[in-house]
């Protein structure tokens, strides 16, 4: 065997080998335990705290040792859904950030701001407006239509041209077609009030008001795309070297392509139906995920994997505890402590590529 | 002395006008006035179109004597307490818009660079929100919030897009950022304020004219013609501008003095559109090159602009009102539906010249 010629694993290992702030596999593995630890107190806190507080001990009666007292079913019936919703909603959409942005090597990119959480919305209020739809298994296909038609078209406008699709004209391209079909669908809601009363808590990105049917209904999807994403995660690493090198190595890219092309929809189409449209969260994780764990997609994946759920419900308390007795939804304290990191971004001396 | 021959060619036709004897004298090209002038008739037309139709239909003939101050009393109030304030509003608003466009367009050099697209809306937004919460003044006092708003949003956008010059694209993206933050902190706002207060300031949240009256016309009149022809008068020194701090210098024009006094009328002129009828996206970045295309001139200039944002806003405003009724839009719908689907041709068309 020749020594120029290096096999996948060799390339995959030379992608992988840009260190992060953790620099040995043994050290991921024990920071990933230890996020995840965070994980699980978050998820905690996220049953205790409310417009009635609970104690931890309280929280792990109603899970372990139920009885039909107030605060169980506080616990059980509502806060546990939510809490799980959030859970499979961060996951989604964190995942689905890092997917894009692997994958157009764009650091801007987040389903956010490239506009397909707003045509999945789109597509939902149509739903729900011209076909009457109601509950989340009718219409979550509609939202996964509406993902994929804006995906191709955010791309189709953003790499028009002879000049290649730049992050920049990418993301520009995503928050116009994002405006055009959010304020379609603000007048479709302004138009018919019956839409409008339906969809109204869930406009501004929100897991308040769920029950079960959404969470048995979306998870499965969420499963596939996760799953869908880690099967990539390796080829993905070829990916980042550049198309030629990832072809001369065996991969195919456009079968990679078309891989998280569908991954992304399912993801960000079944997050959106759950909890409506929610921005920043597949911005900033991923970022972070690198930031700590260096840039193998399969290391990206599995922090990401932890982090956005933290974040998410962090987002969510912080909403419950600010406007006490009421609430802020959960997408606009994202959109709060996710539009600087987007300002620190373009302020970074290289945009293009990752 | 040498006397002008008597054709120069300019690029395009020109008539030179030199009335009290030569002291003054303006080189007018054709096309242009033609265009002006088009654009007017244009939207005085839409605006007596406006004025005819309701749910109470006026004859076309009736309106012009209503004008002139001969009709029933009925019809009288019909056309002149109900509908005028509303037209006057989105003519004079109208040509705010464009002139605040064409003034931020000419001082970024970039079409994107227009005053909703980086956020100076959205901080006159909050500016106003933070006065009608904190203090319920008038309108005067949320016409100083929004203005004061909208300048500190203005500095501090583009102090975060400072990195040795202000970059178009950056500073496109970080108001993007900044835009949504103080998105997020409006809504915020509204869920923490007083019913009262909440429900009219959501009124104008998607930018409305629905039931504004003749005393919002007066003062923002007013204010308007104060602040239209102050930025007309700067229309020389802008082109000078346009050709470089060093030529405009070597032409007797102070570059910074008239930049920043450039971007303070731009300011004043769109936080008082925000003050009066909320946030109305796009016509800014809209009209300035609509009236480019038309006048076929090489930048961006400020009389078309007035004039097309004026034709723009009330022919969005006569669609709000009877595209669907006896339902009424809120024209910032009507403007960012629009407006965002020419956004992304922008992109497009912008593409392909590179």
Known sequence: ?354 | MSMLPATINFGHRAQALRPFGGRLSRLIGIRRMVVCAGLLVLALGFGLLTLASGDFPVPLGDVLRVLVGQAEPSVQMVVVEWRLPRVALALLLGAALGLSGAIFQSITRNPLGSPDIIGFEAGAYTGALLVMVAMGGGYLMVAGGALVGGLITAALVYGLAWRRGVQGFRLIIVGIGVSAMLTALNKFMLLRAQLEVAMSAAMWDAGSLNGLGLDRLLIAALLLLVLIPASLLLARPMAQLEMGDDAASALGISAERTRVLLMVLGVALIATVTATAGPIGFVALVAPQLARRLTRAAGVALLPSAAMGALLLVAADYLAQRAFAPTQLPVGVVTISLGGMYFAWLLVAEARRQ
């Open chain 1, 1 to 354: 065997m020749s020594a120029t010629i290096a096999t996948s694993q060799q390339l995959a290992r030379a992608a992988a080998r840009q260190p992060g702030l953790v620099e040995t596999n043994a050290r991921r593995w024990f920071w990933l335990a230890v996020i995840a630890l965070v994980l699980l107190a978050t998820i905690l806190a996220s049953l205790m705290v409310g417009s009635r507080d609970l104690g931890i001990g309280t929280v792990l009666e109603a899970l372990f040792a139920y009885d039909d007292s107030d605060e169980h079913v506080i616990v059980v019936a509502l806060r546990l859904p939510r809490t799980i919703l959030g859970l499979g909603v961060g996951l989604a959409l964190g995942t689905a950030g890092a997917l894009i942005q692997a994958l157009t090597r764009n650091p801007l990119a987040d389903p956010g701001l490239l506009g397909v959480n707003a045509g999945a919305y789109f597509a939902v209020v149509v739903g729900v407006g011209a076909f009457g739809l109601s509950g989340i298994g009718g219409y979550i296909w509609f939202a996964f239509a509406g993902a994929v038609v804006t995906t191709v078209l955010v791309y189709v406008v953003g790499s028009a041209g002879r000049a290649a699709a730049t992050p920049v004209r990418l993301t520009l391209a995503g928050v116009a077609i994002g405006a055009v079909l959010s304020g379609i669908s603000a007048g479709i809601t302004l138009l018919d009030p019956g839409t409008f009363d339906r969809l109204r808590h869930w406009a501004a990105g929100s897991l308040v008001g769920q029950n079960h049917e959404t969470i048995l209904v979306t998870f499965p999807f969420i499963a596939a795309g996760l799953l869908l994403a880690f099967v990539v995660a390796r080829p993905l690493n070829a990916v980042a070297l550049g198309d030629d090198l990832a072809r001369s190595v065996g991969v195919s890219v456009a079968r990679t392509r078309l891989v998280v092309i569908v991954a992304t929809t399912l993801l960000a189409g079944a997050a959106t139906a759950a909890a409506g449209p929610i921005g920043f969260v597949g911005l900033m994780v991923p970022h972070l995920a690198r930031w700590i764990a260096g840039t193998d997609q399969r290391w990206i994946f599995a922090y990401t994997a932890v982090l956005a759920p933290i974040l998410l419900l962090a987002a969510d308390i912080v909403g419950r505890l600010v406007l006490r007795p009421g609430e802020l939804q959960v997408g606009i304290v994202t959109a709060f402590i996710g539009a600087p990191v987007l300002i620190a971004l373009a302020r970074r001396r290289r945009v293009s590529g990752l």
